[in-house]
């Protein structure tokens, strides 16, 4: 999706850099930056989910739930396409409206390496054009995802926390409201979309509400909200908004490939990590996306390819923006507003990046290249931002068509479009 077919009048031209990082550095003072940017351990990446902090910041209307008030223009209406509210200016998200919140807005074509032909799939088709199935209880949406059979499922729920297992060939859509709460696993498939949904780790606030816990291990014990692993491919994760994932809010690893995540925000219920062999104190592992579980995985060589674009790391998201290995990752066109974070984009053991007009406001470490990683950094915007913000190593040309849009109103546009509407 361009600038050009978001809903402009909604984009706010207003935004500046002054009254963004404004908001960002009366949170909290500057810190100087870490010297040592990668993650003390590889963690192992298993599966959970996280929940959206109710939406984007209303930019200058009444504030979401946990979205960041940014001084701007007139406040976000959001009725949505999905016909969530009609009060202007809060955070629910989605165009002005009053259409029936059943018929979600409609998907743009899918870009990045979901898009790419390969290990038998060609592109990221989901259900396709099959008849959307309406499904409002757990159980109705346990038994219709899991199938083997090629579905379009419509989520019209929002469900209790459980640990739910996503079949190949799947469309999986959020409608009215949707939420999904627990832990969604993505493991040995191929050919799935999920689209407006709201997801939400069992960690909470508190890593120890997740059922898999253990004291001894700590909150990498706990599941992520989304995985995406086993040689899992062609995958497309559009419009989400996940959070409170209890290892992590989306990994990738064990050889998956083909993926591309879009116009997703990643955030975090402040939370501490004060128990287990892997704790990290006031930092509470909210430790967003890794890429590869660890450097010695054989079935990772040649995989783990993805595509990030338009997405949000917002608020609370400490660090793995993403954490990355082996792949070719490209990173163009986000938005990084976590303040007090320990790092952002990372290139870890034999990965390829191309990190490209991205915009990192107010936050630290913004590209954190490890020795034995490569990364390629260019035409990106830093505000406010300490630590490192050049990387020249040599990239990737990716085997797509993705034209990076200039950062000039990128900000605005990505609090205005991502998540679920």
């Given amino acids: 999706m361009t600038h050009a077919q978001l809903p402009r009048t909604r984009v706010l031209k207003s935004l500046g850099w002054l009254a963004l990082l404004g908001f960002?550095?009366?949170?909290?003072?500057?810190?100087?930056?870490?010297?040592?940017?990668?993650?003390?351990?590889?963690?192992?990446?298993?599966?959970?989910?996280?929940?959206?902090?109710?939406?984007?910041?209303?930019?200058?209307?009444?504030?979401?739930?946990?979205?960041?008030?940014?001084?701007?223009?007139?406040?976000?209406?959001?009725?949505?396409?999905?016909?969530?509210?009609?009060?202007a200016g809060t955070n629910a998200g989605g165009d002005a409206g009053t259409g029936d919140?059943?018929?979600?807005?409609?998907?743009?074509?899918?870009?990045?390496?979901?898009?790419?032909?390969g290990m038998n799939q060609n592109g990221t088709t989901g259900g396709g054009d099959l008849t959307p199935q309406v499904v409002t209880t757990l159980a109705e949406f346990k038994q219709a995802v899991s199938s083997s059979a090629p579905a379009v499922i419509y989520l019209n729920a929002v469900l209790e926390p459980d640990s739910i297992a996503v079949g190949p060939n799947k469309t999986i859509v959020g409608v009215c409201g949707a939420e999904i709460h627990g832990h969604l696993g993505i493991s040995r498939v191929s050919n799935v979309i999920l689209r407006n949904l709201k997801i939400q780790?069992?960690?909470?606030?508190?890593?120890?509400k997740d059922p898999a816990f253990d004291p001894i291990v700590g909150c990498s014990s706990g599941a992520d909200a989304v995985s995406i692993t086993s040689q899992s491919h062609h995958i497309w994760v559009d419009h989400c908004d996940i959070s409170d994932g209890t290892d992590g809010n989306l990994d990738i690893n064990a050889g998956s490939d083909f993926i591309t995540i879009s116009w997703t925000k990643f955030h975090y219920t402040p939370r501490t990590d004060n128990v287990g062999n892997d704790s990290t104190g006031a930092n509470g592992h909210r430790f967003s996306n890794l890429i590869g579980s660890g450097d010695n995985v054989p079935e990772d060589v040649g995989h783990l390819n993805v595509t990030w674009h338009h997405d949000?790391?917002?608020?609370?998201?400490?660090?793995?923006?993403?954490?990355?290995?082996?792949?070719?990752?490209?990173?163009?066109?986000?938005?990084?507003t976590p303040v007090g974070d320990?790092?952002?984009?990372?290139?870890?053991?034999e990965t390829h990046l191309l990190v490209e007009n991205n915009v990192?406001?107010?936050?630290?470490?913004?590209l954190s290249p490890?020795?034995?990683?490569?990364?390629?950094?260019?035409?990106?915007?830093?505000?406010?931002?300490?630590?490192?913000?050049?990387?020249?190593?040599?990239?990737?040309?990716?085997?797509?068509?993705?034209?990076?849009?200039?950062?000039?109103?990128?900000a605005a546009a990505i609090m205005t479009g991502a998540g679920p509407h």
């Fill in 24 to 87: 960002l550095h009366g949170c909290s003072g500057e810190a100087a930056p870490i010297t040592n940017r990668a993650p003390a351990r590889p963690d192992a990446s298993d599966g959970g989910a996280p929940t959206a902090s109710a939406g984007k910041p209303s930019l200058g209307g009444t504030n979401g739930a946990s979205g960041s008030p940014v001084s701007g223009g007139a406040g976000q209406a959001s009725a949505g396409s999905a016909g969530a509210s009609t009060t």
């Fill in 101 to 117: 919140c059943m018929v979600p807005p409609p998907a743009a074509a899918v870009q990045g390496w979901a898009a790419v032909d």
């Fill in 201 to 208: 780790g069992y960690g909470v606030g508190d890593c120890t």
């Fill in 312 to 336: 949000w790391w917002a608020d609370n998201v400490n660090q793995r923006m993403p954490r990355t290995r082996r792949g070719k990752i490209h990173v163009v066109n986000n938005l990084y």
């Fill in 342 to 349: 320990s790092y952002c984009t990372n290139s870890g053991f």
């Fill in 360 to 366: 990192y406001a107010g936050v630290k470490n913004p």
């Fill in 370 to 410: 490890d020795a034995n990683g490569d990364m390629l950094a260019r035409n990106n915007v830093f505000e406010k931002t300490t630590g490192t913000t050049t990387a020249t190593g040599t990239g990737f040309t990716p085997p797509y068509t993705l034209a990076p849009e200039p950062t000039d109103q990128l």
